[in-house]
């Protein structure tokens, strides 16, 4: 909750809207895509979730930081949203197992953030006029100076980030004695989306974004698992390339997210800039081979054109979203290989989807 003793802040969107707010966090200027996340609760996971690199979130939650920040709730090993704007940003919390305050948790991962903002107000207007770049400031108050500052921001159409936030060198996880071996694409890996497979007795080598093929064969893989990330995969040309040669290799693949964007690529399939994209815990997305539905996790800006899927001969849909008919998921018919476009590791979120790992691991075993 703001005080009387807090600094002013302003956030600045691209299309002139200017909020007046209070300074949280660390006092400074920051610039990325605004969007918003729906999520009422798992606050810290979104915020260390490389996939939002770039992006400054707005979360619908009224309230957040009200359970303190805990050491192990991470899914990388930093905060890696570029800003955060909220109602009201708590520094009290009331969870004994907490480690830390919000604040200064955010402090201390120098993110610029905002409160005191009508969020109601500002994620309608996100929603009807869709993604765009803004600057927040608590240094720098004067509207047409900040104006020039968000004019040399890129735009997120066209970024390549993957690499940014990718491992710097290739690590293990699980038993090195198992029979499934999976090689990880990582593109800005959530830590759960490696667990779930571990949890499933996998052995996994995590290899840098512009790692190759060859570099993935090294380890005798019998599965390939393209992770999530940040920025448009329609820029990662050194992915694409690699996508296509793990997918000649006709071994049992998976990807989430940006993997599912990638596969798509890879498979001639364009992706698009979705308007205001999908961030919140509770899409539901329908199984087309199960008739079943699921209520998702979802963090993604992008999209898979469905035009261009309808018409490929080799890939078909395997999940729609229910609230706009877009493609959740696909399956390429003449390669062991699926994705889905939205986060069955599910952290924070349903497990309802938790399932498609069973379903990876499964087809390893039977490709063996
Ligand atoms: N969660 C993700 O992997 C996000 C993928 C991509 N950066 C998008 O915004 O669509």
Do not use: W
Request: charged letters at 25%.
């Amino acid at each position: 909750m703001s005080t009387p003793l807090q600094k002013q802040a302003i956030l600045l969107l691209e299309d002139g809207t200017v909020h007046y707010g209070k300074a949280f966090g660390k006092i400074g200027t920051t610039t990325g895509e605004i969007c918003f996340n729906t999520g009422m609760t798992g606050y810290q996971e979104v915020f260390t979730d490389p996939s939002y690199y770039g992006q400054i979130i707005i979360m619908n939650n009224v309230h957040v930081g009200n359970y303190g920040i805990k050491d192990d709730e991470v899914e990388s090993d930093s905060v890696k949203i570029r800003g955060l704007i909220g109602r009201n940003l708590e520094e009290q919390y009331s969870r004994k197992l907490a480690n830390a305050s919000l604040d200064t948790y955010l402090q201390m991962n120098n993110i610029v953030c905002i409160e005191g903002v009508d969020t109601r107000d500002l994620v309608i207007h996100v929603r009807q006029k869709g993604a765009m770049n803004c600057i927040i400031s608590s240094e720098i108050l004067d509207v047409e100076e900040l104006k020039k500052e968000l004019a040399k921001v890129p735009s997120m159409d066209g970024l390549e980030l993957a690499s940014k936030v990718s491992t710097n060198e290739a690590y293990t996880m699980g038993d090195p004695n198992s029979e499934v071996r999976i090689a990880v694409l990582d593109y800005g890996t959530k830590q759960h989306i490696l667990q779930c497979m571990v949890d499933r007795g996998a052995h996994l080598k995590v290899f840098p974004a512009k790692s190759k093929l060859a570099d993935l064969k090294a380890f005798s893989p019998n599965g390939y698992f393209i992770s999530n990330g940040p920025g448009d995969p329609a820029a990662m040309d050194y992915a694409i390339a690699t996508v296509k040669d793990v997918l000649n290799e006709s071994k049992p693949t998976f990807g989430i997210c940006l993997g599912h964007q990638l596969l798509a690529l890879a498979s001639g399939i364009n992706t698009f800039k979705m308007h205001h994209g999908h961030r919140g815990l509770n899409h539901p997305v329908k199984n087309l081979i199960t008739g079943k539905c699921e209520v998702t996790t979802q963090n993604h800006g992008f999209g898979v054109d469905p035009k261009e899927v309808s018409k490929a001969t080799n890939v078909e849909i395997t999940h729609v979203n229910l609230n706009d008919d877009s493609i959740e998921g696909i399956r390429l018919k003449d390669r062991p290989a699926f994705s889905v476009q939205y986060h069955p590791e599910s952290t924070p979120g349903p497990h309802d989807s938790r399932y498609l790992f069973d379903d990876f691991i499964e087809l390893i075993k039977k490709h063996k």
